[in-house]
Structures are given as C-alpha cells and as structure tokens.
C-alpha cells in the first residue's frame, strides 16, 4: 500500500505506539496515509480503538513474524 509517511514503533510499549501516531497523523494533511510498524501485540486492539475514537481511518493492518503493520488515512 503507498503511505506518504513511516513511523517506526517497533519496541515501544502501549500506549506509545498510539501517542506517536497522534502526533504524526496531526503533522499530515488530510487523506494522507501514515504507515506504522509496531511489536507490541496490544497495539492491535490499540489502533482499532484510535481508529473509532478519532475518525481517522485504519485503511490496513497485517503481521508479520510478530510485527505489526497498520496503514491510517488522515481525516
């Protein structure tokens, strides 16, 4: 999938992962997609939440030998 911005979270626990792409998702314009790759396994609840809770769209999510990918369109 082709995103406009990277954020690496690999390593960081809850609730950094989500902290980093709030402030990366507030830096983009709207419709951008910001690609996020993570570890921590709660993440995926994590964003799913974020997702509902802001409006920004989770457009994508897989993983990967216990990495996480998530892909989040800006509103």
Known sequence: MEFHKD???????????????KKALAEMASGEILRVTATDPGSVRDFQAFARQTGNVLVGQSENNKEFTFFMKRK
Do not use: E, Q, S, T
């Open 7 to 21: 954020l690496d979270a690999r390593g960081l626990n809850c609730p950094l992962p989500i902290l980093k792409a």
